[in-house]
């Protein structure tokens, strides 16, 4: 008689989906993932095309998103995330500064922000944090966004927070010096589109001009440190 094989009473691993335009950075956060007995990655992707297919085929407990791909952004691509399976929970890693996303990355639906300069430690930490129903940010971002909501923001700060995700990005690129062309080439969109932004931009900040434009993102930058 075969001997009868012991029950297997160990819980479902949480099944993670990666989205990472950067292979090798992609295989260590897969080899990270994987060290945990309780995850497992089910797939990767490096843009939104590929992610979107993965998320309909795969169906993760969790997305592990870069804010920065080629073409479609991690912003935007959060939010179709989000319209298409609204259970499905998006962490946030990126190499930009959490001051400058993580309270839009909130606000559009995701559970959490965490910068890929963290330890290995804090990232599964996040990662954890998320899967548990909880959102994860730094105790700073969660102040400064506590702050937002009961009205504590003015200034420039404030202006600023009333662009869309697009124009936003438009003009911390302007703040770094970056020319029309070469904001085109970074966010892959026309000139004209870029115009277009920098137009709207304009108006949101009661600017009248270019110049003034430039000196009002250009500040603003230096005043995020």
């Known amino acids: ?9 160990a819980p479902a691993k949480k099944r993670v989906l990666i989205v ?3 292979p090798i950075f992609r295989a260590g956060l897969t080899g990270l993932v994987n060290l945990e007995a309780e995850l497992t990655v ?14 309909e085929k795969l169906h993760p407990d969790l997305v592990l998103l870069d804010m920065s791909l080629p073409g479609k952004g991690g912003l935007e691509l959060l939010k179709d995330i989000r319209a ?3 259970q499905t929970p998006v962490l946030i890693i990126s190499m930009h ?15 959490g922000y965490i910068m890929k300069q963290e330890g290995p430690e804090k990232i599964v930490q996040a990662i954890r944090k998320v899967l548990s129903g909880s959102i994860s ?38 703040g770094q010096g970056k020319e029309p062309h070469e904001i085109a ?15 709207h931009i304009r108006q949101k900040l009661g600017l009248r001009n270019a110049t003034e434009l430039i000196h009002h993102a250009t500040r603003w930058t230096a005043e995020q440190g």
């Open 137 to 174: 940010v730094s105790e700073r971002i969660a102040a400064q966004i506590l702050d937002a909501m009961s009205g504590g923001k003015g200034g420039a700060s404030s202006s600023v927070s009333t662009l869309t995700d697009r124009e936003f990005e438009v003009y911390r690129l302007l």
């Open 84 to 86: 298409l399976s609204p």
């Open 97 to 111: 500064d959490e001051t400058l996303y993580a309270e839009r990355v909130i606000k559009a639906g995701g559970r």
């Open 42 to 55: 089910c797939g990767e992707a490096n843009d939104a095309t590929q992610a979107m297919h993965a998320l």
């Open 20 to 22: 990472d335009d950067h």
């Open 185 to 199: 080439r970074t966010l892959h969109l026309s000139i004209k589109t870029v115009d277009t932004h920098r137009a």
């Open 1 to 9: 008689m075969p001997k009868k094989q012991p029950p297997n009473d």
